[in-house]
């Protein structure tokens, strides 16, 4: 399968507030697969997120979507290539969780044009895969966090990007809500999307992930197939806790 929606990211170097954040990485996140970002608080996940979507720029090097630098695109381009889904969705957007979701649609749309059929069909699937097409007309403010969660994750689907980028989206989600995400992630990368998750549930990363990468103290510790970075020798050097994952790897399980 061709490649084209790869994310590449080459002797990466962030700095900020006088002191490096990320250094040395090189890491290939390819199309058809979901990948986790793994590592203990403070490692630099979302710094890394951050910069493969293009919200900030490297001090050094950089993370290229089909041989162009993220950092460098124009805003309606990048938009229309990656989602992002945040860590943290405000309760204070004065919007309902309807025309939040109806905001992925936007990098498809003139500029005062109104939505069309297919923008409004984009939403209302998007609304109806998390089930939230219930309380489309809810505002954000009255919605509980995984349901604002939800929604977070709704507008990144209406937004039909190739690449799509998420921190931490199980969070606030309740059990079967975090295994459908994971679910509707293996089904995106299997209709060819780039999906690219920051976790902090290794047991959840053993399951579903293809690829994992594991970050500490800014730097990448190992990246590669899941199963031969989620060792317990490596996951003890790193997370300093004993971790045995009661899920082998999902590459084991389907050898
Ligand atoms: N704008 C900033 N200025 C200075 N330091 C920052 C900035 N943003 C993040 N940091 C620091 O960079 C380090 C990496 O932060 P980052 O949020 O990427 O970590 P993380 O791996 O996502 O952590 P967590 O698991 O706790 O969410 C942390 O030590 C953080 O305090």
Redesign the pocket.
Known sequence: MPDTHALKVRDLAYH??G?P?LQDICLDLPASRVSALL??????????LRLLAGLAAPSRGAARLAGQCVSRMDARRRARLIAWVPQHLPADIPLTAGEFVALGRMPHQGAFARPSPADKTATQEALAIVEMEAHAAKRLDALSGGERQRVAIARALAQQAPVILLD?PTNHLDLRHQHRLQLLLRELAAQGKTVVQ?L?DLALAAEYADQAAL?NA?RLEAAGNAREVLTPERLLAVYRWPVRLAHPPRQARAA
């Not at 590592?39 to 890394?48: E, I, R």
């Open positions: 900020a507030a002191r954040l590592g203990p608080n403070g490692a630099g996940k979302t710094t890394l931490e920051v902090h970050l800014g």
